[in-house]
Nanobody
Framework: QVQLVESGGGLVQAGGSLRLSCAAS????????MGWFRQAPGKEREFVAA????????YYANSVKGRFTISRDNAKNTVYLQMNSLKPEDTAVYYC????????????????????WGQGTQVTVSS
């Protein structure tokens, strides 16, 4: 079992930045791909970004490409989401998720690929 704990959310003005962190328990973190998703009120959960186990490849939703950067530190069992040039439409609860690699028939953008989820952290961007 893997536990994921997100932190770093908060209230920021449009144009500002935040860095989210997701700390994972367990010794197998370095073997998992990791993803970030978000869910705004009244909307479905949507893909934000994903990174493979080595950090060598990353994937982004078109809506955040060029503004957000996903990274990981396997020595610290932590994945990050650096969010710059934030917009009010980025307001949502942000969740990190771990992919053990068994559900590889689902693409990284699908929540069905991921096995473990954190509780989420609120990000609010004011205009």
């Amino acid at each position: 079992q893997v536990q994921l704990v997100e932190s770093g959310g908060g209230l920021v003005q449009a144009g500002g930045s935040l860095r989210l962190s997701c700390a994972a328990s367990g010794r197998t973190f370095s073997t998992y791909a990791m993803g970030w998703f978000r869910q705004a009120p009244g909307k479905e959960r949507e893909f934000v970004a994903a990174i493979i186990w080595s950090g060598g490849n990353a994937y982004y939703a078109n809506s955040v490409k060029g503004r957000f950067t996903i990274s990981r530190d396997n020595a610290k069992n932590t994945v990050y989401l650096q969010m710059n040039s934030l917009k009010p439409e980025d307001t949502a609860v942000y969740y990190c998720a771990a992919d053990k690699g068994y559900r590889y028939s689902h693409p990284y953008v699908s929540s069905l690929r991921y096995d473990y989820w954190g509780q989420g952290t609120q990000v609010t961007v004011s205009s």
